[in-house]
Structures are given as C-alpha cells and as structure tokens.
C-alpha cells in the first residue's frame, strides 16, 4: 500500500494546490464592496453632486473629450476640511466617468494603525472581504485582481496608500479614446485626400476644384476624375476659364 501512495503523493499536493488557488481567487463584485473604514465614506459610483455633499470643499476641474474629470482633496492640508473624517490621510485622489466615481486613491500619512504593506493588504482584505492573495506589482506594490475591479496597495511618502478602479470604466475610456484615433485618422486622410476633378463630357474639357466652372456642368453631362492625371489620360483638356 505504501508503494502506491508514494505514486500518487505529487498528484494529490498538485490538486491540493489547485484547489487552493481557486479559492482564492477574488469572485467579489464592485457593487458588492462593503462601506469599510478605509475607504474613509466614498464609494463606487457615487456621483459628483454625492461626492460633494460630502466634502463641499471638493473642487472639481474641466470634464475631458472622453467624460473623465479628476480631483484630489488634501485633509492633511485644507482646515476647512472635518478632519474627524479622515484620520491619518494625507489625501484623496477622485477619478470620474461621466459624474461617476470610478477610481479612488487614498494615501495614508506614518501615523497609520498599520504601516508594513504586507500588512496593511491583509487589513484591506478582511475589511473590503476579498481573498488576501495578492500579487506583486512594479517594485513593493501589491495587486488584486477581482471581477470588475481591482485593488492596489502600496507605501507612498512614508505611509500606506489604497487605490481602488473600476475596470470596467477603465475599459470604456479606452474604448473612447480608440474611436477618437480612428476619427482623427480619418480626418486627417480626407484633409490629404486630393480633390475631385470635375469634366464635362460634351466639351472635353475638366475643372480645378477651385475654378467656378465646373458649377454649371449639367449632371447629365458631368464626369468625375480622381485627379488630374486621370483626366488627362483620358483625352480631357484643362478648360481655359480656369487658367
């Protein structure tokens, strides 16, 4: 019996793991982020009239070509600010698509509860309840990746921070910008695109885009030239109105 088991003891530690790893993957869902501590009172989604309300010193910038505007509030910084909301913050950083909130950064200052990043993630995973299996992202920096969303946490000027972005609206501003590019891009052949040469057929003879002639070629009569090359190719001559 004990031949066999030796066998199958890698299978069953590879199973074991597997099954691990699956149940540690993040299932949770934006909607379904809890109103934890650290995320000081916002939420995702809320709106720009929300977010002011509940900090009026909030000032927000121009909206851009593709509905995002952003923010940042300084408690450390701005007396006006009831600092009794955010204990140990040194800011704030607010993300919106189309007045909605879809990305939040809080930076915490070195009087934070819980300073080494490895523990601060693991505070964040028990008060947002998603799985502590982070994964490391440029340098110190931890990474979660949920359903719709992902969690960031890292050390910034001596002192934890927490970012939180919808990916989902990630995705719809760059969908945005790819559809501006294209548009751009087509605007930018039809502005090189040469013009049309108009010809008329009876006399033999083609107009330059500029020349006034070519308004009164009847359609029964008109003939269209892609340039002027392809005109002249064609047996067509320059008509002397326009020289």
Known sequence: MSVPFRREFPALLILLFL??????????????LPAAPELLGFRMG???????TYVPQTV???KDEFGVVKTTINPSFDPKID???????RSVSLDLLDDHLISLWIGYDETFKVQPIEDFAQLVSTSLKVPDSWSTE????????????????????????LRVINVGAEDVIAERRQAKEEQNSAAEVETTKEPEITADK?????????CDGAKA???????????????????YKLAKSCH
Do not use: H, W
Request: proline share 4%; net charge positive.
């Open 19 to 32: 099954a691990l790893s699956v149940e540690a993957q993040c299932t949770q869902k934006i909607a379904d």
């Open 46 to 52: 809320m709106t720009k009239e929300e977010i002011k």
């Open 60 to 62: 927000f910038g121009r």
């Open 83 to 89: 600092q009794s909301k955010f204990p140990s913050v």
């Open 138 to 161: 440029r340098g110190r920096a931890l990474q979660l990746k949920c359903v719709d969303f992902q969690l960031q946490v890292s050390t910034i000027a001596g002192g934890p921070s």
């Open 202 to 210: 009876t006399t033999k003879v083609y107009y330059q885009p500029n």
């Open 217 to 235: 070629v009847s359609e029964a009569n008109k003939v269209v030239f892609k340039n002027i090359e392809e005109a002249e190719k064609a047996g």
